[in-house]
């Protein structure tokens, strides 16, 4: 429009999980997928793994992936030995074989806070 302003169009899906619908949900592994980037400092893909570290590629097993995007990793554990347990859990909720999810940022935000006291 000539403004140099910008807009942020957000294309909410929703979904449903045990039967209720949840708005939020897309959004939330949205900041997943948003968290796995800045924990391993960029996209963890399976394709690069299998090309480049085979002997890392041969213990990456399907429920070590995201949820959504199947060809990244969300177990970053695997990739990077030293990467805090409790940390790593926070990835899980956004796997494949995850059974809990957050049901919104609130929650998410609460896992890391713990995570960080527990850290320090």
Excluded: C
């Amino acid at each position: 429009s000539g403004t140099n302003q910008l807009k942020w169009i957000d294309f909410d899906y929703n979904y449903t999980y045990q039967g209720r619908e949840n708005i939020f949900g897309y959004d939330i592994f949205g900041l997943g997928n948003v968290f796995t980037f800045i924990t391993a400092r960029g996209d963890v893909l399976i394709e690069d793994l299998q090309k480049n570290k085979p002997n890392i590629y041969n213990q990456i097993n399907i429920n070590d992936r995201n949820i959504i995007f199947r060809n990244r990793v969300v177990n970053l554990k695997k990739i990077y030995p030293y990467i805090p347990q409790e940390l790593n859990l926070i990835l899980l909720h956004f796997g494949i074989n995850a059974n809990m999810f957050y049901l919104n940022t609130g929650e998410f935000l609460s896992s890391l806070i713990d995570v960080r006291e527990k850290l320090k």
